[in-house]
């Protein structure tokens, strides 16, 4: 079993900057591709960025140019850097982790989430 916590949400005005960042624990052998996914109300969720192990990233369009996405391997985190946010980057962020795990197969998890509020 694997375990993320997240943490860097919070409330912040149009403009403005926060970071997340997502731990992995537990029983890892390695840790796959690592992302950041968001759902608004109403809405369904949807991917924000990836990252792979080798550092290849993928982004949302509508937020590229302003966040940026990056791990450290050997703590087992992801930073999601959220800057010049904007109203409709308001939504639940949730860190996902791809791993194989010491026993088992290949498998995925997900954090709680993290609130993101961008308000004036």
């Known amino acids: 079993q694997v375990q993320l916590v997240e943490s860097g949400g919070g409330l912040v005005q149009p403009g403005g900057s926060l970071r997340l960042s997502c731990a992995a624990s537990?029983?890892?052998?390695?840790?796959?591709?690592m992302g950041w996914y968001r759902q608004a109300p109403g809405k369904q969720r949807e991917l924000v960025a990836a990252i792979t192990y080798g550092g290849t990233t993928n982004y949302q369009n509508s937020v590229k140019g302003r966040f940026t996405i990056w791990r450290d391997n050997a703590e087992n985190t992801v930073y999601l850097q959220m800057n010049s946010l904007k109203p409709e980057d308001t939504a639940v962020y949730y860190c996902?982790?791809?791993?194989?795990?010491?026993?088992?197969?290949?498998?995925?998890?997900w954090g709680l989430g993290t609130q993101v509020t961008v308000s004036s």
């Open positions: 537990g029983s890892i052998l390695s840790i796959n591709a």
């Open positions: 996902n982790v791809e791993y194989t795990p010491r026993i088992g197969r290949r498998s995925s998890s």
